[in-house]
């Protein structure tokens, strides 16, 4: 793979990037109404969603940084993007360009006054592994092995900026409406801030792994402040494969249910006694050790729960409470989901809206073991969000529903199906996570 030896940083360079990608993809456009009077209309779609994902990515990934990151947080949506999407998307979790040698050497000398191989015995000049944000690299001292990470130059400066790029796009994805919608956007905004931030990253990731390592078959590395700094982390070489990788091996049904139960034990653990949760779980963040143990190496984006976001959301998980229609109105509004200037109409849709999808998606709470392998279940979950995607009055209406609190916890829980999806993972005892509350 070719490297990087400059990310565009200034906002007319980096705008100047996406337009083309815009005008590659008005060229995908003309092909598609040419190839349906040749084609079908699935085929001529299909060839559409490729060309557009292609080039569109393309251009993200020699972005990197905020941009390439919306692309990763797009390609969890399973139910919403294209598949096109989803599979080129998809490789910004730990597969994009990498910056050059010298760019990593000149990072080091600015935060350490030396080159990485002054610092390390070992260090592979070429990166192991690189996403959105940030590369990592592979170093040695004696016989303890070291996984450096290092922040791509200019990411904080542009999120701004990108995020003033991508914007229309996500407005007109997810239906949202102009007004109303800043707080959104600036949670988005605050949260790719704290990515950015390794020195925070560096005190949460030892937070939390001196919290959970007594969960059974649960591992994090020990992270090292006297080689870390604003821009570099530098923690233990974990051995296991990627997660995305030991799905597609065959294994029994014994090894993949120990793996979805310490995900979801991990994950209970987190938000019901920590109040804060590693809110990006995406294949890129885990590995499997040969013990088939999970191991979690990312620690970048934690969303931390307010008591008064997490009491009427989790309360609205149990089953008596969704049969009871005073009370669940009650959690509508604490949640901001029903307004008080809502008109009869709004307040009626909604209310059977969230209530339809709530009595879906809180499944697994309400039973004592259960099966993430269950297609049935999973198919629902796709046709109820084809099903509101079509909606004529979802168009008309004010769609900006919920406290900001929602997106990074939902996309937490959608990110957490999918992988015990892709797991096939059953028989999880949903509640096990009560163990082990110290």
Known sequence: MKTLDKIPTGKIERASNLLKAGAKVGVNYLKYYGNKITK??????????????????????????????????????????????????????????????????????????????????????????????????????????????????????????????????????????????????????????????????????????????????????????EFSSEKIITMDWMHGKHFSEFIKEKHSQSDLNQIGQTLWDFYMYQMHILKQVHADPHPGNFLVSKAKELMVIDFGCIKEIPMDFYEPYFELAKKENLQNPDFFNQKLYELEILRTEDSAEEKQFFSTLFHEMLELFTQPFNTEYFDFSDEHFFQKIADIGQKYAKLNELKTMNTNRGSRHFIYLNRTFFGLYNMMHDLRAKNIEINRFKNYIK
């Open 40 to 225: 079908d209309e699935d085929e001529a779609k299909k060839i559409l969603h490729e060309d557009n994902a292609s080039d569109i990515y393309d251009s993200l990934k020699e972005l990197k940084g905020s941009a390439l990151k919306v692309a990763q947080m797009l390609s969890m949506e399973k139910n919403i993007m294209p598949a096109q999407y989803v599979e080129k998307f998809s490789l910004s979790q730990f597969s994009v360009p990498p910056l050059s040698g010298a760019l990593v050497r000149k990072t080091f000398r600015k935060y350490f006054g030396k080159n990485p191989e002054d610092i390390f015995e070992e260090f592979s000049p070429e990166s192991v592994n690189a996403a959105s944000i940030g590369q990592v690299h592979k170093a040695k001292i004696a016989d303890k092995e070291f996984a450096v990470k290092i922040q791509y130059p200019g990411v904080q400066e542009s999120i701004s900026s990108d995020l003033k790029l991508v914007k229309p796009i996500a407005m007109k994805m997810f239906n949202i409406r102009k007004e109303g919608s800043e707080a959104y956007f600036k949670e988005v905004e605050d949260k790719l801030y704290e990515e950015t931030n390794y020195i925070l990253e560096l005190e949460r990731s030892q937070n939390i792994a001196n919290n959970c390592v007594h969960i059974p078959n649960l591992k994090f590395p020990h992270y090292y402040p």
